[in-house]
C-alpha cells in the first residue's frame, strides 16, 4: 500500500469507514498474523491475537493520526497483545502448578468443589447477563468448542459478526471477574479464554 494511499485509508478510517478498515486488514492482516505467529507458535492463538489487533484498531479509529505510521501502530499492539497473552499463559501454568502440588496436600476436597462450583455458577449468571445472541455465540465456542467458523456457519452470521461477540463478551466478563479476588480471575481465565 502506497504511503499517500495509506495515509487516505487511515483518515477514511478515522471517520468510521468500514471499507477502509477492511482493506487495512486485507493489507496488514497476513503480516500481523506471521508475526504473532513467530512469536506465539500456535495458529489459534495468532490468530485470535490477529482479530484482537484490529478490533482495538477500530476502538481508538477515531485518535488515529494520519501522518503516524499504521504499520508501526499494528505492530505495537501486535507486541503489547502477545506480552499480555504470555503473562496470562504464565498466570494460568502458575495457577495450575499451584493446584496440582497442594492438590494432594489439601484434606478437604469438598471446600475446594465448593469454591470452584461457587466460581463456575458466577460464571454462568454473568453470561446469563449477556444480550441473547452473545450468549448464544459464547457458548458455542467456549463449552461446546466450536471455531468462529463453525458457530458464523451454523447461526447464518458473518465470522467477524461472530468475533466481535466473542470479544464483546470476553471483554465483559474480564470486567467483572476483574472486581474479584486474584483467585476469581484465574478461574476467569482458566475457563473463558
Not at 504473532?36 to 479509529?61: G, T
Not at 496470562?88 to 502440588?101: C, D, F, G, W
Not at 468475533?163 to 466478563?173: F, G, K, R
Request: net charge negative; glycine share 4%.
Amino acid at each position: 500500500m502506497e504511503a499517500e494511499s495509506k495515509d487516505r485509508e487511515v483518515e477514511l478510517l478515522r471517520d468510521g469507514s468500514k471499507e477502509a478498515y477492511h482493506r487495512l486488514f486485507d493489507d496488514y492482516g497476513p503480516r500481523v498474523y506471521a508475526f504473532a505467529l513467530s512469536y506465539l507458535k500456535n495458529e489459534a492463538d495468532a490468530e485470535e491475537l490477529l482479530q484482537e489487533v484490529f478490533l482495538k484498531l477500530w476502538e481508538i479509529r477515531g485518535s488515529l493520526d494520519a501522518m503516524r505510521n499504521i504499520k508501526s501502530l499494528l505492530f505495537k499492539i501486535c507486541i503489547n497483545l502477545i506480552y499480555d497473552l504470555i503473562r496470562r499463559k504464565n498466570i494460568e501454568r502458575a495457577y495450575l502448578n499451584y493446584s496440582v502440588s497442594n492438590f494432594h496436600l489439601q484434606t478437604d476436597e469438598t471446600w475446594q468443589e465448593v469454591i470452584y462450583n461457587d466460581m463456575l455458577g458466577n460464571l454462568q449468571q454473568l453470561v446469563n447477563t449477556m444480550p441473547e445472541q452473545r450468549q448464544r455465540i459464547f457458548r458455542l465456542s467456549k463449552e461446546e468448542g466450536f471455531s468462529n467458523e463453525e458457530i458464523a456457519r451454523k447461526l447464518g452470521l458473518s465470522q467477524r459478526t461472530v468475533e466481535n461477540h466473542l470479544y464483546l463478551a470476553l471483554s465483559y466478563l474480564k470486567d467483572k471477574f476483574g472486581n474479584g479476588s486474584l483467585i476469581a480471575l484465574l478461574f476467569f481465565f482458566l475457563h473463558c479464554e
